[in-house]
């Protein structure tokens, strides 16, 4: 069966523009991670519920590929989905740590939605599959994309392609189990400081190797130091000259090789 990629992702940097409710308008370049995904395919069931074959320590009901099959099939009403998923399990070989601030989850349900966009003929265009999965998690719609690299803002919903070479990362992932909406609650609570709009132009068109040669971790990323107040714990695992992706707990710097 054919094996479908769902990659992780870096923030190269990530600032706090607003807010929208219970959430936080962010302005935050992507970048793909080409070395780290996770391998998604269809495979034989073993029993008659909606199955995934895979290492999770969540429920079913709480995974994002359960949550994304959910948000298709309200969507759609499809009922060769409905079949599709009595017939066969999805099987994901999971190389992604969670809790990592690399976006397993939304890559993981942005490629299901792709993987039976494309299997079943739905003939659902990007914009849609992102407007589908944007109840599920709030990178969803940079995965369904695809960019290499992007400029991501509202809460994730908006994706604009950034051009740029490709870096290659060395990412470090302690065992540090980090809550999303905590590290935003206590920004929002300690720190809140958007940015404006004149610093956000800027930003968005600069390199991301610009951007990580002149910003320090703390400067790049509003939610590493909420991260750190949380999760003191982070302290030890910090080491100069390397940043900090998303909600956290993952450190990355760019590898050397990908800098000549
Ligand atoms: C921080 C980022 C940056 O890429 O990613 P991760 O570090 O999780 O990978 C995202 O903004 C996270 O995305 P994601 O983890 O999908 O968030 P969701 O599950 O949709 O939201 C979890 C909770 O985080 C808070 N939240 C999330 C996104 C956002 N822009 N503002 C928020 O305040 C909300 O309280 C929300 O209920
Ligand atoms: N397909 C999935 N892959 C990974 N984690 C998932 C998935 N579905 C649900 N989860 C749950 O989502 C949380 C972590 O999400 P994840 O996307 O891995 O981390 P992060 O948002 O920090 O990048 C955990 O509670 C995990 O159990």
């Not at 992604?96 to 265009?125: Q, R, W």
């Amino acid at each position: 069966m054919k094996i479908y990629k769902a990659y992780a992702k870096v923030n190269i940097f990530l600032k706090i523009t607003g807010k929208r409710e219970s959430y936080h308008e962010i302005i935050s370049r992507f970048m793909r991670v080409g070395t780290l995904y996770d391998e998604l395919s269809f495979a034989p069931k073993t029993k008659d519920t909606f199955e995934i074959i895979g290492d999770f320590s969540c429920t079913i009901e709480q995974n994002t590929i359960y949550k994304a099959y959910k948000a298709l099939l309200d969507a759609t009403s499809s009922e060769s989905l409905e079949k599709l998923m009595q017939t066969y399990a999805i099987k994901v070989e999971k190389n992604i740590p969670a809790f990592a601030g690399l976006g397993g989850g939304s890559s993981d349900a942005a490629t299901y939605l792709k993987m039976c966009n494309e299997v079943l003929h739905l003939g659902l265009s990007n914009n849609e599959l992102a407007k589908i999965g944007a109840n599920v998690g709030a990178d969803v719609a940079f995965f369904v994309y695809g960019y290499d690299s992007a400029n991501v803002s509202g809460v994730g919903e908006i994706v604009q392609e950034f051009k740029e070479d490709i870096l290659e990362f060395e990412i470090y992932t302690p065992k540090v189990e980090i809550s999303t909406p905590i590290v935003y609650k206590s920004y929002r609570e300690n720190f809140y400081s958007p940015l404006d709009g004149f610093e956000t132009y800027e930003l968005k068109n600069k390199s991301s190797l610009e951007i990580l040669e002149s910003m320090s971790i703390d400067e790049a990323n509003d939610l590493f130091k909420p991260a750190m107040q949380e999760y003191k714990e982070l302290k030890e695992h910090y080491r100069a000259g390397w940043y900090f992706s998303g909600s956290g707990s993952s450190f990355f710097r760019v590898k050397e090789k990908s800098l000549i």
